[in-house]
């Protein structure tokens, strides 16, 4: 299977908060498992629908901190967990280039 992204991924473990988008209130908790600027995989325990919007809550390990909408574009589930991939839309320039530049620090490490 052909790999499809259009930028670079860094696999990371951090946590975030799933929230609902209308009035911010916590659905749950979860994983970063890799992250791109247009997007991220999720692990988490929660029960959540491809194409459902949420905002999703996250402070990266060099402290810089995150409020993204994110779409749920696909879904994986284990025994134990529910991995998803996550479309980010609405992002704002700034917030794309932290994260650009934080995975450009993470792969020339």
């Given amino acids: 299977m052909k790999d499809q992204r259009k930028a670079p991924r860094k696999r990371l473990a951090v946590l975030l908060d799933v929230c609902s988008r209308d009035n911010c209130k916590r659905l749950g908790k979860g994983f ?59 992002v704002n320039p700034e917030a794309t280039a932290k994260i650009k530049n934080y995975i450009r620090a993470r792969i020339e490490k």
């Fill in 32 to 90: 970063i498992t890799n992250l791109s600027e247009g997007g991220m995989a999720l692990e988490t325990t929660e029960r959540l629908r491809e194409g459902e919007k949420f905002l999703l809550r996250f402070t990266l390990l060099n402290g810089w901190e995150f409020d993204l909408l994110g779409k749920i574009v696909y879904s994986k589930s284990s025994v134990f967990t529910r991995a998803y991939g996550v479309e980010f839309s609405k």
